[in-house]
């Protein structure tokens, strides 16, 4: 199981994951065998049930099975029963939720596809960038030594640096930078100065020595230039980096389009690409011929996104569902909302989500739930809107 969490991890990767959000294993024993593993957007007794029909191993749940904190786990509560279930028969549960959403080619992009009309139209787009870029640092580049040194003794400080394990940046190590530097000092009374004499200020011709080190080895790193600098107090400095910011990863999408469309033409795209019949709209006053140039997007729930949106010059925001007083700040804010419902905004790319499991783990058989349906349907006959509706309204 542990070989599944971490194939699924390299997928969607933990670290791209909202701060509340909870993904990885939530159920199982990472050293348990995994043969064939059932692909859902929700853990329900339904694909419970057929997890056992198909005697699969593990169920991969877009939606987190356990998201809220358990302070008890008994058979009382109908979705704690399935947890027990699952755990009786030996059936691990894993997540990869909004990490699976901000990763490149994931769903945020599955969806933008849906909205450019197609990869090509969106490969094709005149922007295209996460809402709220992720951010990270690889793990040995947490922090920068800056270490002044005597020219003659630059090599060994350097050298010293990388056998304490500074400078590695990708598949390279002993990787610094060097600098010429003039230093000046005066040793004061009981120093023993290695250049000059005590007492009387010296100007030293040195290097600036540069390394990054992850912060495991930021101590050895510190210990490994005093133990060869020739000083008795050498001039070093340590500085905290910042995360980079990505422009392929992160919370949300921002679409430019480079032909402007009506939030019919959109919806019309939409239902081809996410397989419903009715997408609901609130536009603001004097919003129905628009033209949107600019597209922000979110699956499921990204209302939370509204004002990022408007920030970033988005006259529409197309996410699976919002509330009613979501409704009123986009009339507010004077962007539009397209929605297509929650699970339908992502219920698409699970084939996707499958096939890329399955090319990251060989040998393991991947099969998207059949037993897993939206919890919201449309009434038969489709029902028109209520009279006065006009904020909310489907488009067909």
Known sequence: MGALADAMDRVAPGRLAEPWDNVGLLLGDRAAPCGRVLVSVDWTAAVLEE??????DAVVSYHPPIFDPLKRLTSDDPRQRALLDAAQAGVALLSPHTALDAVKGGVNDWLAEGIAGGPDALARSAGFEPLRPAAALPAGEAFKVVVFVPVAASAAVRSALAEAGAGRIGNYDHCTVRAPVTGTFRGGEGSSPSVGRAGRIE????????????????????????AVHPYEEPALEVHAL????????????????????????????????????????????????????????????????????????ATLLVTGEARHHDHLAARAFGVSLLLPGHTQTERGYMPRLAESLARALPGVSFTVSKADAPPVSEPRGGAAPARGARPRRPLR
């Open 51 to 56: 997890a056992l029909a198909l005697g699969v």
């Open 203 to 226: 100007e030293v011709a040195e290097e600036r020595v540069e390394a990054v080190v992850s912060a495991a080895r930021l101590p050895w790193a510190l210990a490994a230039v005093r």
């Open 242 to 313: 910042a995360a980079r910011p990505s422009l392929d990863e992160g919370a949300g999408r921002l679409l430019e389009l480079r032909v402007p469309a009506t939030v019919a033409q959109l919806a019309s795209r939409l239902r081809r690409h996410l397989g419903v019949r009715r997408i609901d709209s609130v536009l603001p006053e004097g919003g129905e011929g628009a033209r949107h140039a600019r597209v922000a997007l979110c699956p499921g729930a990204g209302a939370s996104f509204l004002a990022d949106a408007a920030a970033r010059g």
